[in-house]
């Protein structure tokens, strides 16, 4: 089993910055990739940026060269660095690990005012 507590929502105006934090713990060896998705209000939830063991990222193209996905392997945590954000970057942020199965946090509200 593998547990990922979300962390670093909040509520920012345009143009301002979050970093998003995902502490995984228990069987964190079994994690191949780890994510971050997000879900706006009456919307589907969507890929935001992912980074598996290699390093490798990926990107939704609504936001290269605003967010910046990393980890930290002592710490079992994958950040989301989020820069210019936009009011249309406003919803729930939730971690999901893949590894023997799929796991997700409970999400963290980011809130961009105008």
């Known amino acids: 089993q593998v547990q990922l507590v979300e962390s670093g929502g909040g509520l920012v105006q345009a143009g301002g910055s979050l970093r998003l934090s995902c502490a995984a713990s228990?069987?964190?060896?079994?994690?191949?990739?780890i994510g971050w998705y997000r879900q706006g209000p009456g919307n589907e939830r969507t890929l935001v940026a992912s980074?598996?063991?290699?390093?490798?990222?990926n990107y939704a193209d609504s936001v290269k060269g605003r967010f910046t996905i990393s980890r930290d392997n002592a710490k079992n945590t994958v950040y989301l660095q989020m820069n210019s954000l936009k009011p249309e970057d406003t919803a729930v942020y939730y971690c999901?690990?893949?590894?023997?199965?799929?796991?997700w946090g409970q999400g963290t509200q980011v809130t961009v005012t105008s």
């Open positions: 999901r690990a893949l590894g023997r199965r799929l796991y």
């Open positions: 228990g069987s964190t060896s079994s994690i191949n990739v």
């Open positions: 980074i598996n063991n290699g390093g490798s990222t």
